[in-house]
């Protein structure tokens, strides 16, 4: 156990942190309900459907047969399934603990699961960030910084794999920064990467401490004791990682080689990433820059004031680095591990916002390090004005799920004030609306598709203009159609065209109605909308961008699909007002 030099005593430092525990708590915890059942995640959904899907094997002999458990999701219908299989296979069994292995039950599980899994991470912060400076104030501030993010707070609403790669990722580091080479480490390693595979990017971070670590020089007997302590460490290591990894992720294997269907599963979802893309979810990202994801990172998932805080500390931690290497070996492999992972993921074709979720941890430990050099003669309202401040952005996000979600609005709206019978067009592959709720059915409307992410033809043409001539109403459930056809006009101009017709009123529709959410502080007697620039998602896109909400709010219509799609799409119902001739406006 090491020694800490600050005054700070042990236990109110405990107090402090289950303090900090809590108010994290309450933002990944309120709203855990968000979308009422409606399973509107895509890839909650799926992974719900799995759940439920699989069952329990007789016994071991069976768990560990690829080709017949039970809980293999191939062998239930799930031919394409490309995360591990651990995190289902817990959150299946605390679901029947709770009696509430249902549908619903599932996804509450799977994410309540996500919040716990993340304060965990929390915990993991404060003891790498008190172990490298030696002071318990720095892991409380790291911690309080990470508690506030806005990333961590939005995924831990959701049911998906990324808060166990995040969580065994920061485990990871919390070893090797100790030197922890060791049979431990493997394991740890072994629950990221069997969570997802991508998590094997934390992998040439354990090489580069276990480098820097390692007795280049001398020929002593203490300096070969510590090379064949640290040769046992590495091989008890990898033989942790490797048996763990068939434990907990037992159909990566058939027999002892890898599953080829598993293999091929994730050579069709490299396929996916790709500029020629003609897979829906990717074309969003085909005009993206690496700079985009970052400034989305900066602004978005840590919030202005935290973002502007961490950049400063990175600066200052590569500065301090550099002038002292030796003695800031520790923050040496920090840094690279936020440098190499940040670039890595901003070169890559899909960059959602969690794909960089891992480097969160590390990038409050990295801002704690640096506040406790800067604060140490505040005065008591300096402090609590930057409390102030740093509350700004996890309040103003937590405002979305402190109200209906805007597609559960939208269903509500269209079941009261659109008469049975009536015709309701919608955008293939986002969600259609209306879903069923409460007794209501969607069977009660016709709903055509409008199939605007097939490639531009005569009969993707014509399939839309039957659509929009039978339709009374049509349905814009988020931004994925108008926001990505605004990013790849030149591959789709008659799309890119019918989205301008749609908008301007040309194709005989008009909005009836919209349900916007955003982050916002509920002020009274206040009507200010704040767009922080270098973000738009085309210029469809800044054409629907409307804020009339009251209070201070934050317009995030123009950062990353992911970021506002699943929890808070706008949803925009046109209403049919006049017959204008289809063939005439978008015959080719």
């Not at 292995?101 to 404060?126: E, F």
């Not at 090379?227 to 290591?237: D, E, N």
Request: charged share 15%.
């Amino acid at each position: 156990m090491y020694e800490h030099n600050d005054t700070l005593k042990p236990k109110v430092a405990v107090c402090i942190l289950i303090l900090i525990l809590g108010i994290a708590a309450a933002f990944r915890f309120i709203g855990l309900d968000w979308d009422g059942h409606a399973h509107l995640h895509p890839d909650e959904r799926f992974l719900t459907m799995v759940t439920t899907g699989i069952s329990w094997p007789k016994d071991l002999q069976q768990y560990f047969d690829t080709n017949v458990s039970p809980l293999n999701p191939q062998n239930n219908g799930f031919s394409f399934y490309v995360y591990g299989t651990y995190p289902i296979h817990l959150t299946k069994f605390v679901a029947m603990v709770l009696h509430n292995d249902t549908y619903d039950g599932v996804t509450l599980v799977g994410r309540a699961l996500s919040g716990i899994l993340d304060l965990a991470t929390l915990i993991t912060v404060y003891l790498i960030a008190s172990y490298l400076t030696k002071k318990r104030i720095t892991g409380l501030i790291a911690a309080a910084c990470y508690a506030v993010f806005v990333l961590p707070i939005q995924l831990s609403h959701f049911f998906t794999v990324d808060p166990y790669v995040t969580l065994f990722i920061t485990v990871v580091l919390w070893r090797i920064l100790r030197s922890k080479f060791d049979f431990i480490t493997g394991v740890m390693l072994a629950f990221a990467v069997g969570a997802k595979a991508s998590a094997v990017i934390i992998v040439p971070i354990i090489a580069l401490a276990y480098a820097l670590e390692w007795p280049w020089a001398g020929h002593t007997t203490a300096v070969r004791q510590k090379r064949r302590h640290m040769l046992l460490m590495a091989c008890g290591c990898l033989i942790g990682f490797l048996l763990t990894v068939r434990i907990v992720y037992p159909y990566l294997f058939v027999g002892m080689t890898l599953n080829p269907k598993i293999l091929a599963n994730w050579r069709e979802l490299s396929s996916f990433d790709s500029p020629n893309t003609t897979f829906p979810p990717g074309l969003q990202w085909i005009t993206v820059t690496p700079i985009q994801p970052i400034l989305d990172l900066l602004v978005w998932g840590l919030g202005i004031p935290l973002g502007l805080l961490t950049v400063i500390a990175i600066g200052a931690g590569m500065v301090r680095a550099a002038k002292h290497v030796a003695k800031h070996t520790l923050m040496v492999i920090l840094l690279v591990w936020i440098i190499f992972a940040l670039i890595y993921q901003a070169v890559q074709f899909a960059k959602p916002m969690r794909y960089f979720w891992p480097i969160y941890p590390s990038l409050a430990v990295m801002t704690g390090w640096y506040l406790t050099e800067r604060i140490k003669h505040w005065r008591p309202v300096i402090w609590t004005a930057f409390m102030v401040v740093l509350l700004i952005w996890p309040v103003a996000y937590l405002n979305i799920y402190m109200h209906t979600t805007t597609r559960v609005s939208a269903n509500d709206w269209i079941y009261a004030h659109i008469p049975v019978g009536k015709t309701i067009a919608w955008e293939s592959w986002d969600d259609p609306l209306p879903f069923p709720k409460n007794g209501f059915s969607p069977g009660v409307y016709h709903t055509p598709a409008l199939p605007v992410f097939d490639p531009d033809s005569p009969e993707k043409w014509a399939k839309i203009e039957a659509a929009l001539a039978q339709a009374d109403y049509l349905i814009l459930s988020s931004n994925r159609g108008y926001g990505a056809m605004g990013r790849v006009k030149d591959r789709y101009p008659e799309t890119y065209r019918y989205y301008q017709l749609l908008i301007n009123g040309s194709l005989g529709f008009r909005p009836v109605v919209q349900f916007v959410s955003r982050p916002a502080l509920p002020i009274p007697g206040l009507a200010v909308c704040i767009r922080p620039p270098g973000f738009s998602y085309g210029f469809l896109a800044d054409q629907l961008d409307t804020c009339k909400q009251t209070g201070i709010t934050f317009v995030d219509d123009g950062t990353d699909e992911t970021f506002t799609v699943y929890d808070h799409p706008k949803v925009i119902i046109f209403q049919k007002v006049g017959t204008v001739n289809y063939s005439e406006l978008l015959g080719k």
